[in-house]
């Protein structure tokens, strides 16, 4: 697989693009503008070929003639500028320590980290390179892994390590690097069937007391709620390179359905760059609407707010398909939703021993 | 038989004086031991000020708080006046005798229709510690003052005295005092802070006093001292006969019998007010009392018939019989520039406003309503706003959920004016007090506490429009500050951001530093006007500037007028870009072109007020453009103002005070406001 990375000068010079446009502007007397797409799930699309959810056509002018948007295009500035310093000097940082480093820009400083992390975000969809590019690293810590799987990866020393997930590590497993790029990270072989991707560090704790990844031959992924970039990527990776299966175990409420979406379809705050971290070819195991009938869960109302998140989902393009209305509006009908750990309401080993083997029964895979 | 009535009279008032306090101490004050201390400034205060109005001297007042006994509760107070003083004979009278007092009788506004006077504290003091009062007066015809010891002898009702002398009063700086009343008492009593306290007292009767120089010392020895910011004192109030609609059927009886007037007309005429000899006349018609009747000898089914003649229950052709309204020169409102100046001294702010109604009269009580919002610096956003309740000048510092005062606040939708308050009812949010004063001749109370206005839904109606009204002002404030922080924003928009840009992005790109005027023209396509009215501490005058910047990309050219405090004496000076007078308050300046980018600036200087006096400059413009933070001139308001002026020349002397020429300008679509005369937002 070739490498998603530019090199320093393929950014430098896309940013300048972005500093250009801002700089013509004032040159022909008019307000500095930068030209970026819409991200909200208006404005995303299924692409045929790349075969997940991109940003569409819809554009949107941030422009200086307010004071908010013009102290945007003046922090963009700064951070370019930033990027071009650690990208001369060799260095990197967390957008942490960007937020904090804007301290001393003046009247370009961030008012809090959130609007650090969408600028760095804006940078992103409107250069299209990577935060990897602008030597930004998040401070998100990825995911943990446990199976018969053998990585290589490169450690602080510059040596590449040999590591099987199932042999060389503990019981809390393989913990995934921010980066998992082929320069970090390199998938040697396996012994697995198909790899699961789970919500809870509960569940996913269950399922290695009991054995799970052993008897029924599958790598195991904890995603930690909504999942960092370097989880979706490694999984997209492992789901590529190996061919693998990929299943996909979540409690059954409206934000694990969109936890699945942005594994499987591409996130939409993420859609520049969703053909690196979307895994299409992964299939949402439980819990669904019907598990909760089905299996007799114990189960919590609706609130108001997965009401109107449900709802939401409705009109979203990723969840347009059939199966997704139907367990949308199953949910909606039920008023309900239910957790994974709710099954150990029949004990501790049917999660294991009869839930997991049925729903993976049905794909052919158990 | 007789004197075995009297004597029983007698023996039941010996007991009744002390018994009379301990079963009653709950409205008179002296409930608990915070509430008695509070009580016992309250009194002493309230008749050194009183004393001084009388006496037509400015009080200087000072109030001292000394714990004695922190364990045992025992405090000691020393409140100190500048007044008349009281001559030596007329000390026990006026310290040892329940009820004494010639205000008792007249129907007038007055501060002393509270408690029952200081002779309630040196009771209280007696009761509680044992111990004497003691008065230090001198009267400025003598020249050393008298001091003596007073206690109560609660079974004759008459006080004790001891340690009666003379002594020289000197002040502090070793003069002499001319005049003035002292008086130290100890009592058992706590000192607290918070809303009910003592410092609350104070302050709030500074607010609503503010020719009285007021200083306070609290037990920590911390001074506080609010000074006094008006050199004028209270109008003196005349006394007024009772009106009819207001008497009572007792009270009707005990004048008649009371009266040697020979005959009905006259005994209406002479003790009544709102009497016309006509009106007389039809009174006694429909009551069916010949004129020449002597009052003395009515008979008790006449004194109803006359009492429901007076209510219009007995008509003429089905009609009440006319009366004219009582006179109202018995009030004393703060009027709205003291109120201003007394919110300002206790509350850092920026912003006052104020309404005084005119006098109105309800169930033949003369009264007025004067409300007043302060915004303060240091107040908290989140919380309701601080209410202020006063009653002629007398803060009320208990009850506030069940006063009238209190229910009319909450019945105005603050919203509107730009306070946040949820649903729409209740004591509004914001970093704000509001101040509501009622001067009547008759307050009526909740309850004998007499810290509750009693619900009338016509005092209710005219503290409703006052709030209104004032509301207005407020909303129109705040739409100008706003404006203000809109075009602050264009201006750090166009002044630091867009450079920043230009020098950054030209910095990264490694190319010259564009030129930006074509830029900002466009970002601001607007011509803007920014007015700053600051006081200047050095000088002690008003500085005022006014800036039009053309942001757009063709030439204009305007008159600017700007409205200044002519009428309140102000003088206009410094004023370098000369202009002329366009009528009364406005000044016009006809400007220059004003080319693309280029700004004029306007300065001058207002001497001949205090701090305080004028903080908003309005802008206004003639020309085919709009300027931003300034309003188009409306000629027809000029006119109107000139017509004004015209008449007004010939009787100058009545209104020049009151009237303020400047607010019909600031919303030119509203004629120039009649009868209601206000400093701001009024009118509508």
């Given at each position: 697989?070739?490498?998603?990375?530019?090199?320093?000068?393929e950014?430098?010079?896309?940013?300048?693009?972005v500093?250009?446009?801002m700089?013509?502007?004032?040159?022909?007397?008019?307000?500095?503008?930068?030209?970026?797409?819409?991200?909200?799930?208006?404005?995303?699309?299924?692409?045929?070929?790349?075969?997940?959810?991109?940003?569409?056509?819809?554009?949107?002018?941030?422009?200086?003639t307010?004071?908010?948007?013009?102290?945007?295009?003046?922090?963009?500035?700064?951070?370019?500028?930033?990027?071009?310093?650690?990208?001369?000097?060799?260095?990197?940082?967390t957008?942490?320590?960007?937020?904090?480093?804007?301290?001393?820009?003046?009247?370009?400083?961030?008012?809090?980290?959130?609007?650090?992390?969408?600028?760095?975000?804006?940078?992103?969809?409107?250069?299209?390179?990577?935060?990897?590019?602008?030597?930004?690293?998040?401070?998100?810590?990825?995911?943990r892994?446990?199976?018969?799987?053998?990585?290589?990866?490169?450690?602080?020393?510059?040596?590449?390590?040999?590591?099987?997930?199932?042999?060389?590590?503990?019981?809390?497993?393989?913990?995934?690097?921010?980066?998992?790029?082929?320069?970090?990270?390199?998938?040697?072989?396996?012994?697995?069937?198909?790899?699961?991707?789970?919500?809870?560090?509960?569940?996913?704790?269950?399922l290695?007391?009991?054995?799970?990844?052993?008897?029924?031959?599958?790598?195991?992924?904890?995603?930690?709620?909504?999942?960092?970039?370097s989880?979706?990527?490694?999984?997209?990776?492992?789901?590529?390179?190996?061919?693998?299966?990929?299943?996909?175990?979540?409690?059954?409420?409206?934000?694990?359905?969109?936890?699945?979406?942005?594994?499987?379809?591409?996130?939409?705050?993420?859609?520049?760059?969703?053909?690196?971290?979307?895994?299409?070819?992964a299939?949402?195991?439980?819990?669904?609407?019907?598990?909760?009938?089905?299996?007799?869960?114990?189960?919590?109302?609706?609130?108001?707010?997965?009401?109107?998140?449900?709802?939401?989902?409705?009109?979203?393009?990723?969840?347009?398909?059939?199966?997704?209305?139907?367990?949308?509006?199953?949910?909606l009908?039920?008023?309900?939703?239910?957790?994974?750990?709710?099954?150990?309401?029949y004990?501790?080993?049917?999660v294991?021993?009869?839930?997991?083997?049925?729903?993976?029964?049905?794909?052919?895979?158990? | 038989?007789?004197?075995?009535?009297?004597?029983?009279?007698?023996?039941?008032?010996?007991?009744?004086?002390?018994?009379?306090?301990?079963?009653?101490?709950?409205?008179?004050?002296?409930?608990?031991?915070?509430?008695?201390?509070?009580?016992?400034?309250?009194?002493?205060?309230?008749?050194?000020?009183?004393?001084?109005?009388?006496?037509?001297i400015?009080?200087?007042?000072?109030?001292?708080?000394?714990?004695?006994?922190?364990?045992?509760?025992?405090i000691?107070?020393?409140?100190?006046?500048?007044?008349?003083?009281?001559?030596?004979?007329s000390?026990?009278?006026?310290?040892?005798?329940?009820?004494?007092?010639?205000?008792?009788?007249?129907?007038?506004?007055?501060?002393?229709?509270?408690?029952?006077?200081?002779?309630?504290?040196?009771?209280?003091?007696?009761?509680?510690?044992?111990?004497?009062?003691?008065?230090?007066?001198?009267?400025?015809?003598?020249?050393?003052?008298?001091?003596?010891?007073?206690?109560?002898?609660?079974?004759?009702?008459?006080?004790?005295?001891?340690?009666?002398?003379?002594?020289?009063w000197?002040?502090?700086?070793?003069?002499?005092?001319?005049?003035?009343?002292?008086?130290?008492?100890?009592?058992?009593?706590?000192?607290q802070?918070?809303?009910?306290?003592?410092?609350?007292?104070?302050?709030?009767?500074?607010?609503?006093?503010?020719?009285?120089?007021?200083?306070?010392?609290?037990?920590?020895?911390?001074?506080?001292?609010?000074?006094?910011?008006?050199?004028?004192?209270?109008?003196?109030?005349?006394?007024?006969?009772?009106?009819?609609?207001?008497?009572?059927?007792?009270?009707?009886?005990?004048?008649?019998?009371?009266?040697?007037?020979?005959?009905?007309?006259?005994?209406?005429?002479?003790?009544?007010?709102?009497?016309?000899?006509?009106?007389?006349?039809?009174?006694?018609?429909?009551?069916?009392?010949?004129?020449?009747?002597?009052?003395?000898?009515?008979?008790?089914?006449?004194?109803?018939?006359?009492?429901?003649?007076?209510?219009?229950?007995?008509?003429?052709?089905?009609?009440?019989?006319?009366?004219?309204?009582?006179?109202?020169?018995?009030?004393?409102?703060?009027?709205?520039?003291?109120?201003?100046?007394?919110?300002?001294?206790?509350?850092?702010?920026?912003?006052?406003?104020?309404?005084?109604?005119?006098?109105?009269?309800?169930?033949?009580?003369?009264?007025?309503?004067?409300?007043?919002?302060?915004?303060?610096?240091?107040?908290?956003?989140?919380?309701?706003?601080?209410?202020?309740?006063?009653?002629?000048?007398?803060?009320?510092?208990?009850?506030?959920?069940?006063?009238?005062?209190?229910?009319?606040?909450?019945?105005?939708?603050?919203?509107?004016?730009?306070?946040?308050?949820?649903?729409?009812?209740?004591?509004?949010?914001?970093?704000?007090?509001?101040?509501?004063?009622?001067?009547?001749?008759?307050?009526?109370?909740?309850?004998?506490?007499?810290?509750?206005l009693?619900?009338?839904?016509?005092?209710?109606?005219?503290?409703?429009?006052?709030?209104?009204?004032?509301?207005?002002?407020?909303?129109?404030?705040?739409?100008?500050?706003?404006?203000?922080?809109?075009?602050?924003?264009?201006?750090?928009?166009?002044n630091?951001?867009?450079?920043?840009?230009?020098?950054?992005?030209?910095?990264?790109?490694?190319?010259?530093?564009?030129?930006?005027?074509?830029?900002?023209?466009?970002?601001?396509?607007?011509?803007?006007?920014?007015?700053?009215?600051?006081?200047?501490?050095e000088?002690?005058?008003?500085?005022?500037?006014?800036?039009?910047?053309?942001?757009?990309?063709?030439?204009?050219?305007?008159?600017?007028?700007?409205?200044?405090?002519?009428?309140?004496?102000?003088?206009?000076?410094?004023?370098?870009?000369?202009?002329?007078?366009?009528a009364?308050?406005?000044?016009?300046?006809?400007?220059?072109?004003?080319?693309?980018?280029?700004?004029?600036?306007?300065?001058?200087?207002?001497?001949?007020?205090?701090?305080?006096?004028?903080t908003?400059?309005?802008?206004?413009?003639?020309?085919?453009?709009?300027?931003i933070?300034?309003?188009?001139?409306?000629?027809k308001?000029?006119?109107?103002?000139?017509?004004?002026?015209?008449?007004?020349?010939?009787?100058?002397?009545?209104?020049?005070?009151?009237?303020?020429?400047?607010?019909?300008?600031?919303?030119?679509?509203?004629?120039?406001?009649?009868?209601?005369?206000?400093?701001?937002?009024?009118?509508?």
């Open positions: 697989m070739m490498s998603r990375t530019h090199t320093n000068d950014t430098k010079i896309a940013l300048h693009e500093v250009a446009e700089y013509d502007k004032i040159v022909k007397g008019e307000a500095p503008t930068m030209t970026l797409p819409v991200r909200t799930k208006t404005n995303i699309a299924f692409d045929d070929k790349l075969g997940v959810y991109k940003y569409g056509k819809k554009r949107s002018t941030r422009d200086a307010s004071l908010g948007s013009a102290k945007q295009l003046l922090r963009a500035l700064h951070v370019v500028e930033f990027i071009e310093e650690m990208i001369d000097a060799g260095k990197s940082s957008l942490r320590e960007m937020y904090y480093i804007s301290e001393a820009w003046g009247l370009g400083k961030f008012g809090s980290q959130n609007e650090s992390n969408n600028l760095a975000e804006d940078l992103e969809v409107v250069t299209k390179c990577l935060r990897e590019d602008f030597k930004l690293r998040p401070e998100e810590d990825g995911a892994m446990i199976g018969n799987l053998t990585l290589r990866e490169r450690n602080r020393r510059g040596e590449w390590m040999r590591i099987n997930a199932r042999d060389d590590v503990g019981d809390s497993g393989y913990g995934v690097p921010y980066n998992v790029e082929l320069e970090k990270i390199e998938l040697l072989e396996h012994d697995i069937k198909f790899i699961m991707a789970i919500e809870t560090g509960g569940m996913f704790d269950r290695i007391e009991n054995g799970f990844d052993e008897d029924f031959n599958c790598g195991l992924l904890h995603l930690k709620g909504q999942p960092a970039r989880t979706r990527r490694i999984l997209k990776r492992m789901s590529e390179e190996w061919d693998l299966p990929v299943v996909v175990f979540l409690d059954g409420d409206p934000w694990s359905f969109r936890i699945f979406a942005s594994i499987a379809y591409g996130a939409i705050k993420t859609a520049h760059i969703s053909e690196y971290l979307a895994t299409p070819s299939t949402y195991l439980g819990i669904t609407a019907d598990d909760i009938m089905a299996y007799d869960l114990p189960n919590d109302d609706l609130s108001p707010r997965d009401v109107e998140a449900l709802k939401a989902e409705l009109s979203d393009p990723r969840f347009a398909d059939p199966w997704w209305q139907e367990q949308i509006n199953m949910m009908e039920l008023g309900k939703k239910a957790e994974q750990q709710s099954l150990a309401k004990g501790l080993d049917f294991t021993d009869t839930y997991l083997p049925e729903k993976l029964a049905e794909l052919g895979l158990a | 038989m007789s004197g075995t009535a009297e004597r029983m009279a007698k023996n039941q008032k010996q007991v009744a004086i002390s018994e009379f306090f301990e079963k009653n101490k709950h409205f008179l004050g002296f409930d608990s031991l915070t509430r008695s201390l509070i009580t016992a400034v309250k009194e002493a205060v309230d008749n050194s000020l009183d004393a001084c109005e009388e006496a037509r400015l009080p200087k007042i000072r109030v001292q708080i000394t714990k004695i006994d922190d364990k045992k509760n025992i000691e107070l020393k409140s100190e006046d500048n007044g008349p003083g009281i001559p030596q004979r000390i026990e009278k006026v310290f040892g005798q329940l009820l004494f007092g010639s205000r008792f009788h007249a129907i007038r506004q007055s501060r002393g229709q509270q408690g029952i006077g200081i002779t309630g504290v040196v009771m209280y003091s007696q009761l509680t510690t044992g111990r004497k009062t003691h008065v230090r007066s001198k009267i400025a015809t003598e020249a050393s003052a008298a001091i003596v010891d007073i206690g109560l002898d609660t079974r004759k009702n008459k006080a004790t005295k001891s340690n009666e002398s003379r002594e020289i000197e002040n502090p700086d070793g003069s002499f005092k001319e005049h003035g009343l002292e008086v130290t008492t100890r009592m058992k009593a706590k000192y802070k918070g809303r009910q306290s003592v410092y609350q007292y104070l302050r709030m009767t500074s607010i609503v006093n503010p020719h009285a120089d007021i200083t306070f010392i609290d037990p920590e020895g911390e001074t506080h001292h609010w000074p006094r910011v008006t050199e004028r004192l209270p109008t003196k109030v005349e006394s007024i006969k009772p009106h009819p609609h207001g008497i009572h059927l007792g009270t009707l009886q005990r004048m008649c019998t009371e009266s040697t007037d020979s005959r009905m007309t006259v005994f209406l005429r002479n003790n009544f007010s709102g009497m016309s000899t006509r009106a007389a006349k039809e009174l006694l018609e429909v009551a069916e009392i010949s004129e020449k009747a002597k009052p003395k000898s009515l008979k008790p089914e006449q004194y109803r018939a006359l009492l429901e003649a007076f209510q219009g229950e007995r008509t003429l052709n089905n009609k009440p019989v006319k009366l004219l309204n009582p006179p109202t020169n018995c009030l004393s409102p703060i009027e709205e520039l003291l109120i201003k100046k007394g919110l300002s001294k206790t509350i850092d702010s920026r912003f006052v406003t104020t309404m005084t109604r005119s006098p109105t009269v309800t169930q033949g009580n003369p009264y007025q309503v004067e409300v007043g919002l302060i915004f303060g610096d240091g107040m908290l956003a989140d919380k309701p706003v601080e209410v202020l309740r006063f009653a002629n000048r007398v803060p009320l510092m208990y009850q506030q959920g069940g006063c009238l005062l209190t229910k009319a606040i909450e019945s105005v939708d603050w919203r509107q004016y730009g306070l946040d308050q949820a649903g729409g009812r209740g004591v509004p949010k914001g970093p704000a007090a509001i101040l509501v004063h009622l001067a009547s001749t008759n307050v009526q109370f909740t309850s004998e506490a007499k810290e509750a009693a619900d009338n839904s016509e005092v209710l109606d005219e503290t409703r429009k006052a709030l209104l009204e004032m509301g207005r002002g407020l909303r129109k404030h705040l739409e100008k500050k706003k404006k203000m922080a809109k075009t602050q924003e264009k201006f750090e928009l166009v630091d951001i867009i450079p920043a840009i230009a020098e950054k992005s030209a910095q990264i790109l490694g190319r010259p530093v564009p030129e930006l005027a074509g830029s900002i023209t466009k970002i601001m396509s607007a011509v803007i006007a920014e007015e700053e009215t600051v006081w200047n501490k000088t002690k005058k008003t500085d005022v500037s006014i800036t039009l910047f053309n942001y757009t990309s063709r030439a204009r050219s305007y008159t600017l007028l700007a409205s200044w405090p002519e009428r309140d004496g102000a003088v206009m000076e410094n004023n370098n870009t000369g202009g002329r007078k366009e009364t308050g406005v000044w016009a300046w006809k400007l220059d072109t004003l080319e693309p980018g280029q700004t004029y600036v306007i300065k001058y200087t207002l001497s001949g007020l205090e701090k305080g006096d004028w908003d400059t309005d802008v206004f413009f003639r020309g085919s453009q709009d300027v933070g300034a309003t188009k001139m409306d000629e308001l000029l006119e109107e103002i000139r017509r004004q002026e015209a008449v007004g020349t010939s009787k100058e002397e009545e209104s020049s005070d009151e009237s303020d020429d400047v607010e019909p300008l600031a919303e030119p679509e509203v004629p120039p406001p009649t009868g209601q005369q206000t400093l701001f937002g009024g009118g509508e």
